[in-house]
């Protein structure tokens, strides 16, 4: 069993649709990062966060974080073609734990 | 920028095989890390690093050992390759945030 459950673990998608992706756990972390993974490389960080509720912008990408710290969302708006990867969403207590991830593809 | 390489991005092994993967950090951090990455599981952490010649122990070190001999390296050691080890392994670098390398793919035949 998965310390964070990602869902859905695959989403196939329309260029320009808006998409949200859900980070769950039962446990409490100090901070959550999300992480992009493109085929044949490792993952690249692109946000951390770590007070309970927070919300963080990245361009099209809109990152939320539980108020009890427990889960984590990833919303983008009018997706494109270069948001194509694995999403991994990552726990912090004491030491980092992984998501499984969600494959994302957006077909133009 | 911030830089991890790994030695090979793509390594077939046999049964049996000792294999070494090498990771190589640029950024001065302390911390290092080793991970497989399977379809449906994520990433699972083999072995750390908090300082050079000091490792510990991840979730899945079995068949698994490092080295640690230079505060930019890191190598992940597999004493005798088994298939169930095929895998993408990747190595990692930071503290609040943890760099990747681009991984390597490892075929065990």
């Known amino acids: 069993t998965q310390l964070l459950e990602q869902s859905p673990q695959f989403l196939s998608i329309q260029e320009g649709e808006n998409l949200t992706v859900y980070c769950n756990s039962s446990?409490?972390?100090?901070?959550l990062q999300w992480y992009r993974q493109e085929p044949g490389e490792g993952p690249v960080l692109l946000v951390t966060v770590v007070t309970g509720g927070e919300v963080k912008k990245l361009k099209r990408l809109t990152f939320q974080f539980g108020d009890a710290r427990k889960d984590s969302s990833l919303h983008i708006t009018a997706a494109q073609p270069g948001d194509t990867g694995l999403y991994l969403c990552a726990g912090r207590r004491g030491d980092m734990r992984f998501g499984a991830g969600t494959r994302l593809t957006v077909k133009p | 920028d911030v830089k991890v390489t790994q030695s090979s991005r793509y390594l077939v092994k046999r049964t049996g095989e000792k294999v070494f993967l090498e990771c190589v950090q640029d950024?001065?951090?302390?911390?290092m890390f080793w991970y497989r990455q399977d379809p449906g599981l994520g990433l699972r952490l083999i072995y750390f690093s908090y300082d050079v010649k000091m490792k510990e122990k991840g979730d899945i070190p079995e068949g698994y050992s490092v080295s640690r001999e230079k505060k930019e390296r890191f190598s992940l050691i597999l004493e005798s390759a088994s298939t169930n080890q095929t895998s993408m392994y990747l190595c990692?670098?930071?503290?609040?945030?943890?760099?990747f390398g681009p991984g390597t793919r490892l075929t065990v035949l």
């Open positions: 950024m001065d951090h302390e911390n």
């Open positions: 990692a670098g930071g503290d609040r945030a943890q760099y």
């Open positions: 446990s409490v972390f100090s901070s």
